[in-house]
T-cell receptor
Framework: QKEVEQNSGPLSVPEGAIASLNCTYS??????FFWYRQYSGKSPELIMF????GDKEDGRFTAQLNKASQYVSLLIRDSQPSDSATYLC?????????????FGAGTRLAVHP | KAGVTQTPRYLIKTRGQQVTLSCSPI?????VSWYQQTPGQGLQFLFE???????NKGNFPGRFSGRQFSNSRSEMNVSTLELGDSALYLC????????????FGPGTRLTVT
């Protein structure tokens, strides 16, 4: 079993719709959770992070964390063609600045006009 | 603030050679982490340096090594290159204390022939 699992996609949504990206992790002791966006040929860009159970909103993005179910998700509201990219879920066993991220394989999102 | 910088951006080496990659973190950031990204294995953690000390290490052979200087700049070295070392090498910068958010540089694309 992989440590961080994501559906590889592609997830295809129409412009203006809500895109829902999901991620599960196996280490119950995981402390920190991140979503990165990676455009083809570019490096990953941090778009959301969440440390506590519940929802965290930032603009059109909402991250949701459920530690009991070992599940983290990213919602993108009002999806735009410019959101088309691979979204990487990353999990860290540490908190407080100790850095080691375990990445999922990524979900490719395609937003069509 | 300027972002994370990595040099060189592209590199072609021959099997058996060694290579050194450089990373300059965001000003004020004291933690530098290195990752390898390949189509087959995805993003994998190599190691993390904080205040010139290796704080975390991934599951890579000893041919992969790194160091950090007093100005937080970091280098990673790969000796006795193998064809399988062809990858995008990414450096990520973080404050290192109390904050786990990591910001990636543009990466170095290494091709081993």
């Amino acid at each position: 079993q992989k440590e961080v699992e994501q559906n590889s996609g592609p997830l295809s949504v129409p412009e203006g719709a809500i895109a829902s990206l999901n991620c599960t992790y196996s280490d119950r002791g995981s402390q920190s959770f991140f979503w990165y966006r990676q455009y083809s040929g570019k490096s990953p860009e941090l778009i959301m992070f969440i440390y506590s159970n519940g929802d965290k909103e930032d603009g059109r993005f909402t991250a949701q964390l459920n530690k009991a179910s070992q599940y983290v998700s990213l919602l993108i509201r009002d999806s735009q063609p410019s959101d088309s990219a691979t979204y990487l879920c990353a999990v860290s066993p540490f908190s407080g600045g100790y850095n080691k991220l375990i990445f999922g394989a990524g979900t490719r999102l395609a937003v069509h006009p | 603030k300027a972002g994370v910088t990595q040099t060189p951006r592209y590199l072609i080496k021959t099997r058996g050679q060694q290579v050194t990659l450089s990373c300059s973190p965001i000003s004020g950031h004291r933690s530098v982490s290195w990752y390898q990204q390949t189509p087959g294995q995805g993003l994998q953690f190599l190691f993390e340096y904080f205040s010139e000390t290796q704080r975390n290490k991934g599951n890579f052979p000893g041919r992969f090594s790194g160091r950090q200087f007093s100005n937080s700049r970091s280098e990673m070295n790969v000796s006795t290159l193998e064809l399988g070392d062809s990858a995008l090498y990414l450096c990520a910068s973080s404050e290192g204390q109390g904050s786990s958010e990591q910001y990636f540089g543009p990466g170095t694309r290494l091709t081993v022939t």
